[in-house]
């Protein structure tokens, strides 16, 4: 499993940003895996944000997120992605995307390098 985000940038508050993730090792672990988005601020824990489960039919919001963000996959691609919609400059941080097994709650074991996303006020 290699998790590669992008996707990240600057935005001003209420835009939108699509993250992509791509799992470059085997597809056959990506459409049996869990994964997920988590956030993380300097000198703060990282943060749930998003998951998913395999088969794209569950998906779990933190609170802060629900409404505005929207968490997809398409295992025939490898890819995850993130749908951020409505954006607040509480939304800065490195975002994060991670591969696990089990559902509800899922256990993470592979995660990206992050991608950063500012929002500006």
């Known amino acids: 499993v290699k998790l590669v985000e992008s996707g990240g940038g600057l935005v001003q508050a209420g835009g939108s940003l699509r993250l992509s993730c791509v799992d470059s090792?085997?597809?056959?672990?990506?459409?049996?895996?869990?994964m997920g988005w988590f956030r993380q601020v300097p000198g703060e824990d990282r943060e749930f944000v998003a998951s998913?489960?395999?088969?794209?039919?569950?998906?779990v919001y933190a609170d802060s997120v629900k409404g505005r963000f929207t968490i997809s996959r398409d295992n025939a691609r490898s890819t995850l992605y993130l749908q951020m919609n409505s954006l607040k400059s509480e939304d800065t941080a490195v975002y994060y995307c991670?591969?696990?097994?089990?559902?509800?709650?899922?256990?993470?074991?592979?995660w990206g390098q992050g991608t950063q996303v500012t929002v500006s006020s």
């Open positions: 090792g085997s597809g056959r672990t990506f459409r049996t895996a869990s």
């Open positions: 998913i489960k395999w088969s794209g039919e569950d998906t």
């Open positions: 991670a591969s696990g097994s089990n559902w509800r709650p899922v256990t993470y074991e592979f």
